[in-house]
């Protein structure tokens, strides 16, 4: 979907950083503002919950729904470049909680629709808030993490990890070790582990935020909740129940949303609108230029299927 004219001559509309207190606890916001809304867009991100990845899509986004949606996104709990928890490991639903204490305390009062909008297992996250609130008419997940895959050896890997409380503080010490570096350097090194592919966005958030005690040992302490709660068959009834209020998109060789679960949720809830991105962006779409740009194809589709005005 092409951008209005207006827009593409237009500088693009900078997302910006907020902290607020969500329940006691420092929250990153990143967050664009519309003139005009006639809707709200709030982000869900995956594991790691640093908003700072998204920055780059969070303006597409922007641009995609024609400047007529204000769209913010909510960070986890201690996935923050500070460490305001002094150390505290949060759950997968200490996470659920904070968001859904986020739309009572800054959105509750807004007359205008919730759209929901979750990456990987801000998905789910996503799911269970649209269980527990009324205001929320939508939620799209993009390449959603609702089961484990037992074929995954990156995800046992990474459980077997996080299963040792040992493991996890050695690897988490590892990495706040290298994060002492003078940024100059950790940019340097990134740029050539990971290669062309990142953008400066990504690389500067990993700096900033991965290469933190605090928020490397909170993120695979939340993998660990995740993998206890995903391994339980996702709640089918709810899915088929709220059919016309949930939309997935998945990738084509993603193996945190394989195209096995694809095919699980046609079966099982079969009025839920699923789609197949198939321009070749991985899981963590995000970490690229081109991967940021690709929007939210979903989204640009709500106001003509759901009746949700977005422009």
Excluded at 183 to 212: E, N, P, V, Y
Excluded at 223 to 239: G, H, N, Q, V, Y
Aim: net charge negative.
């Amino acid at each position: 979907m092409s951008c209005p004219n207006a827009l593409l001559s237009n500088p693009r509309k900078i997302a910006t950083l907020r902290l607020s207190k969500v329940s006691g606890h420092t929250t990153e916001l990143l967050e664009i503002q519309s003139d005009k809304p006639t809707c709200h867009v709030l982000f869900i991100p995956g594991n790691p919950g640093v908003v700072s990845f998204y920055k780059d899509f969070l303006e597409s986004l922007y641009e995609l729904l024609g400047a007529s949606a204000s769209v913010t996104a909510i960070g986890h709990i201690s996935h923050t470049e500070k460490n305001w928890e002094h150390g505290k490991l949060f759950s997968l639903q200490d996470q659920i909680d904070h968001k859904v204490d986020f739309i009572k305390q800054e959105l509750q009062n807004i007359e205008l629709p919730i759209v929901l909008v979750g990456h990987s297992i801000g998905s789910y996250i996503s799911l269970e808030m649209l269980r527990s609130l009324e205001k929320v008419t939508y939620l799209i997940g993009l390449y959603p993490f609702l089961m484990l895959n037992p074929l995954s050896k990156q995800q046992s890997n990474i459980e077997n990890v996080a299963e040792s409380s040992i493991l996890s503080a050695l690897l988490s010490f590892s990495v706040a070790t290298l994060g002492l570096l003078p940024k100059c350097t950790l940019r340097f090194m990134l740029s050539k582990s990971l290669g062309s592919s990142w953008s400066d966005t990504a690389i500067d958030a990993a700096c900033s935020h991965l290469l933190q005690y605090h928020t490397f040992r909170n993120m695979l302490y939340m993998a660990l909740m995740e993998f206890r709660k995903l391994s339980e068959m996702p709640d089918w009834a709810f899915m088929r129940e709220n059919h016309e209020k949930i939309a997935f998109l998945f990738g084509v060789d993603d193996h945190w949303g394989p195209l096995q679960m694809f095919e699980e949720i046609s079966k099982q809830a079969p009025g839920i609108s699923l789609s197949i991105e198939r321009e070749g962006h991985t899981h963590g779409f995000c970490c690229t230029e081109a991967g940021s740009e690709m929007g939210c194809p979903p989204c640009s589709e709500l106001d003509q299927e759901k009746n949700i005005k977005l422009r």
